[in-house]
């Protein structure tokens, strides 16, 4: 496979560790205790390789439709460009990878990332990883990007604003950012943060903060700024009786949402 072109001035082995405001410093440390685990299905991070297959199939279908792409097809993105920002170990970067996009991938964690250059590495794909923020994504010229996907991180930065609009502008003219996170409601509280973490134990505890989950129309007005046009949010919710997650029209706990820019 080629390797990912980067962008002017941004290189996979520039030096570390990532810097910029975005950064909230205890959820980098908690991440990066748990750095080796990122791979072990039954560790964890169980809950996102469960949840991996719906967050997989949504990004396909729906990049699949802005581009003209058959997702049938064997690397049915062939040609087109990819950034996962807060990529933790590759989970999703690798499948993107397999997909066919170049793909760069940048986490605030260098523990991260070299866990995720390990795994990948030993699959023989060829990702272009670097402990980076956006801030610096943005400051070095990278990109554009075909596609930018902001999954399941904005929920744990310091500043989402900033975050989330730097993080559009990497998107290319006609291109979409994908954004996953949890919904401030009091159904999220009861299941997204007190059942799956003091409960059911899906997630080590402390590993959410409610109160820095966002709403749908937060995060619209947060991109009102900027030239994108914003859709969604589209649910993603699990279903205890066939142990799945799939899309679904209830967005008040899991959602995501689309960002495109003409």
């Not at 060829?126 to 904005?154: C, H, K, S």
């Not at 559009?168 to 299941?191: D, W």
């Not at 799956?196 to 109160?211: C, F, K, N, Q, S």
Request: glycine share 8%; hydrophobic share 45%.
């Amino acid at each position: 496979m080629r390797k990912p072109q980067t962008g002017q001035g941004f290189s996979d082995t520039a030096p570390e560790p990532a810097q910029g405001a975005s950064i909230d410093p205890a959820d980098v440390a908690r991440f990066s205790a748990q750095a080796a685990e990122w791979w072990d299905a039954t560790g964890p991070f169980a809950p996102l390789h469960k949840f991996n297959p719906a967050r997989l199939a949504f990004i396909r279908d729906r990049v699949a439709e802005r581009f003209g792409r058959d997702p049938k097809t064997r690397a049915p993105f062939e040609g087109l460009t990819l950034i996962d920002i807060g990529c933790g170990g590759g989970l999703i970067a690798e499948p993107m990878r397999r997909m066919g996009f170049e793909v760069t991938a940048v986490d605030a964690s260098s523990e991260n990332i070299g866990t995720a250059r390990a795994h990948a590495a030993e699959q023989g794909l060829e990702i272009a990883y670097r402990a980076a923020t956006v801030e610096q994504v943005e400051a070095e010229g990278a990109g554009p990007f075909d596609v930018v996907l902001v999954l399941e991180i904005i929920e744990h930065v310091a500043d989402p604003e900033a975050f989330i609009r730097a993080c559009s502008r990497l998107v290319a003219p006609g291109g979409i950012m994908v954004v996953a996170t949890l919904n401030r409601t009091l159904k999220s509280l009861a299941l997204g943060k007190v059942a799956a973490e003091y409960i059911l134990r899906w997630v080590p505890a402390g590993t959410h903060d409610w109160r820095q989950f966002l709403k749908p129309d937060e995060i619209r007005m947060m991109l009102s700024a900027e030239p994108v046009a914003v859709t969604g949010p589209f649910g993603l919710n699990y279903s205890p009786l066939t142990d799945r997650w799939s899309e679904s029209a209830d967005a008040d706990i899991n959602f995501m949402m689309l960002a495109a820019r003409d």
